[in-house]
């Protein structure tokens, strides 16, 4: 299912470790191989395989190509699975390079097949897709449509986890739209559905659980029943033999004493005797063979049950009895080293104790340096009447800097870095940021973003020259607000602007180079950076971040994203910059719940001032 929370900007592309690019080449090689041998299906299998490896390294346009070529060799021999997997990759890229409405058109042709072929999960699942990606066209009545209809699929399989996923998205699509009473109506729905989907998976383990203890019960009960028919065949067949034997010894002595005539009568009358008490013998074995199993089965229950404590606190007493026996061999021959050992772990402890607190020292110490660099700042009341900064570090000092300036003309010159790595690396760097714009702005007089970037990265990257590493950089955006022109330039390297006016939000991307990449692990290369020009009108709002906000995880695991923390910042833009503020930490508060804080997160909000200067 696409992931609800799509921001649309394309990612950085990966480079390819020597096991990617040999794999991309062999899939090459056995694609025509296979095409030439008229194996169809087998060389698209590698087409799609080269087109993820793409994929995976955010190479998406060279992705879109291998799958829409493995889609053509796919409706030759109208494979319906492999046309309608590839219509879902195909929008899930172009959703990853915010194309919406491409990414929408795939969905489409995927739904398509999928009803064609008549799997209703998988038709669900297009359909929510499709939800998604319409919700960032704000196309919100036809995601409610398509929702609507994947509703009644989902009714119709009468499956509670496909309608508690519809439910929550039309929550959420109608709360996207403006429409509170219905999306709290909805959000109840999926509470319902989601607290019984989890009690119906708690009642299906406790069930499987008693189960497995029935049929382990009727074992043994079986095995006694068994056990009692043999018994009884034995007694039937001694009985029988006895009985004969006697009748034997009695036949034996009246042909001894009577007549032939007597013998006869003798013999049936015994006959006749013998009968009955066989009878009633046989009627009483019964009765006593009934009695005897129900004995034998309850004797038996109980005898396993007594048996099963006995073994247990047998085996418990054994165990502990050894366990016990180990533990004093361990303590006697441990009793000779603690003193000792005690004495030189409390040397150790308050040596470390004194480099705990001489280390605290130190970084607290660079934390006031930190501060006082940054303290040379221009304060930012007196650039803008309406201005805030959120500053959250994730140790004592930041890797992340915010940087204000009045330049000679009257400009004002606004800053916000991100610096590799957080904590004492990170707040070096901050230092060396800071070093570097001074010299670029007031020893060079630069006075565009686009140059003021440039000698950064011209003095990073004799940096990491000579030091041999790649680890000094930082993503950083500049802005030049001309208030008395009524235009604000921007440039920035992996870090944007976002203009929020009249309710609208504009985004201004920086470029993909990397500051400091001149080194000895890259080639040179000469990055294009650019200015964008933006003009000001009146109440408009100007926010620049870094990545911290966006990249926080909350209990779940999932990041607060660049979509959230803009569409946050938009809505309370006409706003009071306190409220503005208390509205971010709170937000960003309610997000983390009790996961830990991953990364140093800086923004800073202003309101220029059309005219003045």
């Not at 034996?252 to 004493?257: A, E, I, Y």
């Not at 280390?359 to 009341?381: D, E, M, P, W």
């Not at 870095?417 to 007089?445: I, N, R, S």
Request: proline share 1%; aromatic share 8%.
């Amino acid at each position: 299912m696409l992931a609800p929370c799509l921001s649309g900007a394309q990612p950085a592309e990966i480079p390819y470790s020597r096991n990617d690019s040999a794999q991309i080449r062999l899939g090459d090689s056995l694609y025509a191989r296979l095409l030439a041998e008229g194996n169809i299906k087998e060389a698209c299998r590698q087409l799609e395989s080269n087109a993820t490896l793409f994929w995976e390294h955010n190479q998406l346009s060279r992705a879109v190509d291998y799958f829409l070529r493995s889609l053509t060799l796919n409706q030759q021999i109208n494979n319906l699975n492999g046309i309608a997997g590839i219509h879902s990759n195909l929008a899930f890229i172009y959703a990853d390079m915010g194309e919406y409405r491409k990414s929408y058109d795939y969905f489409e042709l995927t739904l398509a097949v999928r009803k064609q072929a008549g799997k209703l999960e998988g038709i669900i699942s297009a359909l929510i897709n499709e939800s998604v990606v319409l919700n960032q066209l704000s196309r919100f009545d036809e995601s409610v449509a398509k929702l609507e209809e994947a509703l009644r699929y989902a009714r119709q399989l009468n499956s509670e986890v496909q309608m508690r996923s519809v439910y929550g998205m039309l929550s959420e699509t109608y709360q996207k739209a403006g429409n509170a009473e219905k999306a709290m109506y909805f959000y109840g729905f999926y509470k319902t559905f989601n607290d019984y989907v989890t009690q119906k998976r708690v009642e299906n383990a406790e069930l499987s659980l008693a189960e497995q203890r029935l049929r382990e019960v009727n074992l043994r009960l079986d095995s006694t029943r068994k056990a009692n028919e043999i018994y009884r065949q034995r007694y039937e067949i001694a009985t029988q033999r006895e009985n004969l034997q006697q009748l034997t010894l009695e036949q034996q002595r009246l042909l001894d004493t009577l007549s032939t005539q007597e013998i006869a009568k003798a013999y049936l009358q015994k006959l006749a005797e013998t009968q009955e008490k066989e009878k009633q013998i046989l009627a009483l074995d019964k009765a006593r063979l009934a009695f005897q199993r129900l004995v034998g089965i309850i004797g038996s229950v109980l005898l396993l049950v007594a048996l099963a404590l006995t073994v247990l606190f047998l085996y418990r007493r054994s165990r502990d009895n050894r366990q016990l026996r180990l533990k004093n061999a361990q303590i006697l021959a441990q009793s000779q080293t603690i003193d000792e050992q005690n004495e030189v772990l409390e040397a150790g402890r308050i040596v470390l104790e004194n480099k705990t607190k001489e280390l605290l020292s130190s970084i607290r110490y660079a934390s006031q340096i930190q501060l006082a660099v940054l303290g040379h700042s221009t304060a930012a009341r007196e650039m803008f009447a309406q201005s805030f900064r959120f500053s959250r570090p994730c140790e004592v000092v930041s890797g992340d800097f915010y940087y204000y300036r009045r330049l000679s003309q009257g400009d004002k010159l606004v800053v916000v870095g991100d610096c590799t790595g957080h904590g004492v690396p990170g707040a070096f760097l901050t230092l060396l940021g800071v070093t570097a714009l001074d010299h670029a702005v007031f020893d060079l007089k630069l006075n565009s973003p686009s140059a003021i970037l440039r000698e950064i990265d011209r003095m990073f990257s004799e940096i990491n020259r000579n030091t041999q590493v790649a680890i000094h950089s930082m993503d950083v955006a500049v802005c030049i607000i001309r208030e008395r022109r009524g235009a604000m330039e921007f440039a920035g390297a992996r870090n944007g602007l976002l203009v929020v006016r009249d309710g609208q939000q504009e985004f201004y991307r920086g470029a993909l180079a990397l500051i400091g990449s001149q080194n000895a692990g890259f080639s040179v290369i000469q990055h294009g950076f650019t200015d964008s020009l933006v003009p000001l009108t009146q109440g408009m709002w100007c926010y620049m971040y870094s990545d911290g906000l966006a990249d926080q995880f909350n209990e779940e695991g999932e990041k607060f994203s660049s979509r959230r923390l803009r569409n946050l910042l938009a809505s309370n833009a006409g706003h009071s910059p306190e409220v503005q503020e208390a509205a971010l930490a709170e937000a960003i508060d309610t997000w983390m719940g009790t996961e830990g804080q991953v990364d140093d997160m800086m923004l800073v909000g202003f309101s220029p001032m059309v005219g003045e200067g």
